[in-house]
């Protein structure tokens, strides 16, 4: 999905936000013409582009406040599982594009995915995530080196919550950060003490 700049803010258009501002950008436009406007590279496709985005800055400077519009478009809580699916390889690339220092790939399980990638659509998906440097080199070639990096698997994911510029996925056992920098922190074990024993 799209995301745009917003002042100082990026605003990250999961499924149902895409479809919300479609439906008010794009209101006066016929039902080929939106089909039309779905295929890359089409003129209707680059029009569509730019309504949303004059859409969007038109919201905002007509909200009645910023945390109103912050809380309806840049802050996003993702917690249901098909949405989760659908969105992180979105989100992925789009905090990639507006961060320097992540990068990301998709693990293939299994050489069947590979040769049938369309059978396996809602198949679980398991992805790396790279904090990386990357340094300029001689002739102006650049060279990217790995410092840490975790995976995620998308059934695993408990909720996305934050905005595009910093937001954070929960997992079971640990919270993975995605800011400047891409950190992970591990759950702390709550000890519940009852009648003076710790359980």
């Not at 794009?26 to 209707?44: C, I, Y």
């Not at 730019?50 to 800055?57: F, G, S, Y």
């Not at 594009?97 to 198949?123: H, M, S, T, W």
Request: net charge negative.
């Amino acid at each position: 999905m799209p995301f745009f700049k917003i002042a100082d803010r990026y605003a990250f258009l999961h499924i149902e936000n895409y479809n919300k501002l479609n439906e008010i950008a794009l209101k006066d436009k016929t039902a080929k013409w939106r089909f039309d406007s779905h295929v890359h590279g089409r003129k209707e496709a680059n029009e569509a582009q730019k309504l949303r985005e004059k859409t969007l800055h038109h919201l905002y400077k007509t909200s009645s406040s910023f945390v109103d519009f912050y809380c309806e478009w840049i802050h996003f809580d993702l917690s249901d599982r098909d949405l989760i699916n659908h969105e992180v390889p979105f989100l992925l690339y789009d905090y990639g594009c507006i961060n320097e220092f992540f990068a990301y790939r998709k693990v293939k399980e299994g050489i069947q995915e590979e040769l049938f990638p369309d059978l396996y659509y809602d198949k679980d998906a398991t992805y790396q995530l790279y904090l990386i440097t990357t340094n300029k080199k001689l002739f102006g070639k650049q060279e990217q080196h790995i410092i840490f990096s975790t995976m995620i698997n998308t059934n695993e994911i408990i909720s996305i919550t934050g905005e595009l510029k910093e937001f954070i996925i929960e997992l079971p056992t640990s919270y993975i950060i995605c800011s400047e920098y891409l950190k992970v922190v591990q759950k702390q074990q709550v000890c519940v003490v009852k009648d003076g024993k710790t359980s």
